[in-house]
């Protein structure tokens, strides 16, 4: 299992951070944590995966109004070419203009998921930039060869390495409602947050979640994740949670991993959500 907590430009001060564990019935176990600080890394990293099933922190697809009125191609893979092929000036300059013309309240596109899982528009480039994670990730993921149900094949040869859009904000609103348990901010990273990592870890170790899966942690390990003052690996953490989940339901027969047969096969779609 694999929980992947995403950033569209890695750096030592905000790395990529996975969470590589191992699933059995009930229990997700955390066996270590990784930081990649850049492309390179990260890439190699993809490449050289054994046979897993992986929770991204990131959105795979954009919303169909978006991609219908730009005149795009509709077809996934077709769209995420032309999407590659972009500089992220000229995301920002199309999708701004397309909000522009919009009126207020509805600036943004969604795609049918973020109802359910709460999660942020997948074209929105700022605070938090997740247009820029997808085109700095999903390309990476299918160049690599992973399969994402529902959306992408991957390689046929071999076992194959799955890819799950996933939103640690989901697990961690069920456990512990909007209480903030993170910050990237120095000045804001203060006790309450502190206290709301503890119970969450708390809540994840005793199993208090609709996903049906108990955390399993050292006690090292659970003192690092409270002192994630920035959450990056807590988030990583939940995002592997979620991937156990998602084997858990492959386990009992579901060939898309948990994902709903209503998918859009242009949007993609949160698991769990």
């Given at each position: ?36 600080t850049n492309w390179a890394d990260f890439e190699t990293w993809l ?125 961690a609103r069920e456990l512990i409602g909007r209480v903030s348990y ?92």
């Amino acid at each position: 299992m694999i929980g992947c907590d995403f950033t569209s430009s890695p750096s030592h001060r905000k790395p990529v951070v996975l969470a590589i564990g191992r699933w059995q019935p009930g229990v997700v176990s955390l066996d270590r944590l990784v930081a990649l600080t850049n492309w390179a890394d990260f890439e190699t990293w993809l490449r050289q995966q054994e046979p897993c099933v992986g929770a991204f922190d990131l959105p795979f697809g954009l919303p169909r109004e978006l991609v219908e009125h730009l005149g795009w191609p509709q077809d996934w893979l077709s769209c995420l070419r032309h999407y590659a092929g972009l500089s992220r000036a000229d995301i920002r300059a199309v999708f701004s203009a397309f909000c522009a013309a919009r009126p207020v309240g509805a600036k943004l596109a969604h795609r049918a998921t973020d109802g359910p899982a709460g999660s942020s528009p997948s074209m929105k480039w700022v605070n938090p930039p997740v247009a820029y994670m997808l085109h700095a990730g999903v390309p990476r993921l299918i160049d690599a060869g992973w399969r994402l149900p529902g959306l992408h094949a991957g390689l046929t040869e071999g076992l194959p390495r799955i890819a799950l859009e996933a939103y640690p904000g989901l697990l961690a609103r069920e456990l512990i409602g909007r209480v903030s348990y993170k910050s990237d901010d120095g000045a804001r990273q203060n006790t309450e947050r502190l206290i709301a990592r503890k119970n969450l870890l708390t809540a994840l170790e005793a199993g208090r979640t609709r996903l049906g899966l108990r955390l399993r942690l050292t006690h090292a390990q659970r003192e690092s994740l409270v002192d994630d003052a920035r959450g990056d690996r807590l988030d990583a953490v939940l995002c592997m949670v979620q991937a156990g989940w998602a084997q858990s339901r492959h386990q009992q027969g579901d060939a898309r991993f948990g994902l709903p047969v209503t998918l859009d096969p242009l949007e993609g779609w949160i698991v769990s959500a």
